[in-house]
Structure formats: structure tokens, C-alpha cells
């Protein structure tokens, strides 16, 4: 290619860049302006990281660098001023804009939600499963019922009442004697050298405890 078609496709680069720049009015680094346009211009990304740079000299652009990388954009002094309708179309359509993203900011929220009912909800599987089960048991509990009724051996009313008065009576008296062997060991223990877990294993004495015998609740 010789200068002048260089120069020529330089210049294309440039006009090309500042426009899009212009008009997206945005900050773009070489690689994204590169990807952005090439395939709509055929342009290199050697041509356009020197036509940046070169735009950037004249201050035609801004250019920013963040550590490794540098970002073009428009230099808004040189854009026209917008004037009061076309302020109100933006301030308009900025409300638009934001009352859409609330829309969908809460149409997400609700969506999520529901994802989360519809993850911690059983399958169709294990709801099948789950229902097969409950049948098993409620067969097997008819059944039951079924021979309860059937059977012939009903405790009558008047044997349930023996039964919870014998056992308050056999309640009473094991905490009476209880009591009584309690008070009697205190005594002994009080002249005891040793202690009281010495004495029972000398002597012999299991108790309740030992055995994990609890007294029964009430009928």
C-alpha cells in the first residue's frame, strides 16, 4: 500500500472512530472499538489504536488509562448543547426507564421466589413415592383396627379403674419406702469415714439410678 492510500485509510479510521464515539458518546477501549466496528468498516486494530492515539493528540478525544489500559471517549465540550424539549425527552425517557427496570427488577423477584418454593417442593416422583407410602400405612393401621375391634379381650371400664387405683397405691408406696431408705442411709453416712459411693459398694446397695428406673407417670 503506498502513503497516500495509507494516509487515505488513516483518515477513514479517524472520521469513522470519532463519529462512533460522537454518537454512542460513551468510553471504549481499543479492543472493544475494534470489535465493535470491524466488521462493518473492515477496520484493524492496529489502525484503530493509532487513530485513537491520534485522535486523543489533537484532543479531538479524551483518553483515561487505567493501569494497562486506555479509554477513549468524547470530549463533551465539543458536543452540542441539548436544548429544554430535548432535556425533557431525556428526563422523560429516563423515567421510563426506570419504571420499566422496577418492573423488572420486581418481576425478577417475584420469579425467584417461586424458584425457590418450586426447589424446596417434592417431584412428582417423590410426591408418588411419598402417596404409595402413606397407602402402606394406612392399609396396615386398618388392619389393625380391624382385629382391635374384632378381639374379644376389651378391658372393661370398671378393670381400667382397678387398675389406675392399684397403680397411685403402688406409686405412694414406692416413694414412701423410697423416702424411708434415703433417710435411713443419711443417717449412716453422717459417721461414715469414707464416701457414700465407697459405703454402697462395701455394703452392696444398688439404687434406681444405677439401674435407669424412673417412677412411672400417673395413668
Not at 417442593?121 to 413415592?129: A, C, H, K, L, V
Not at 449412716?188 to 454402697?200: N, R, T
Request: proline share 3%; with cysteine.
Amino acid at each position: 500500500m503506498s502513503k497516500g492510500r495509507e494516509a487515505a485509510a488513516g483518515g477513514g479510521a479517524t472520521a469513522v472512530l470519532l463519529r462512533y464515539l460522537r454518537e454512542q458518546n460513551r468510553p471504549y477501549s481499543a479492543q472493544d472499538a475494534f470489535g465493535n466496528l470491524q466488521r462493518e468498516h473492515g477496520l484493524g486494530k492496529a489502525a484503530v489504536v493509532k487513530a485513537l492515539e491520534q485522535l486523543a493528540q489533537q484532543g479531538r478525544v479524551r483518553e483515561k488509562v487505567y493501569g494497562k489500559q486506555k479509554i477513549y471517549f468524547a470530549d463533551q465540550e465539543q458536543l452540542p448543547a441539548a436544548n429544554d424539549a430535548e432535556l425533557r425527552g431525556l428526563d422523560g425517557e429516563i423515567a421510563g426507564r426506570s419504571a420499566q427496570l422496577q418492573a423488572l427488577q420486581q418481576s425478577c423477584r417475584q420469579m425467584e421466589a417461586e424458584l425457590k418454593d418450586l426447589n424446596s417442593s417434592m417431584t412428582t416422583p417423590e410426591i408418588s413415592r411419598e402417596i404409595e407410602a402413606l397407602r402402606k400405612d394406612c392399609a396396615s393401621y386398618t388392619e389393625k383396627l380391624e382385629r382391635i375391634k374384632s378381639a374379644t379381650n376389651h378391658v372393661t371400664p370398671e378393670e381400667k379403674e382397678k387398675v389406675c387405683r392399684e397403680q397411685q397405691l403402688y406409686r405412694r408406696e414406692w416413694r414412701r419406702r423410697k423416702r424411708m431408705a434415703t433417710e435411713l442411709l443419711d443417717a449412716i453416712l453422717e459417721g461414715y469415714p469414707k464416701s457414700k459411693k465407697q459405703f454402697f459398694e462395701e455394703v452392696g446397695i444398688e439404687t434406681d439410678e444405677d439401674h435407669g428406673v424412673v417412677l412411672p407417670a400417673t395413668v
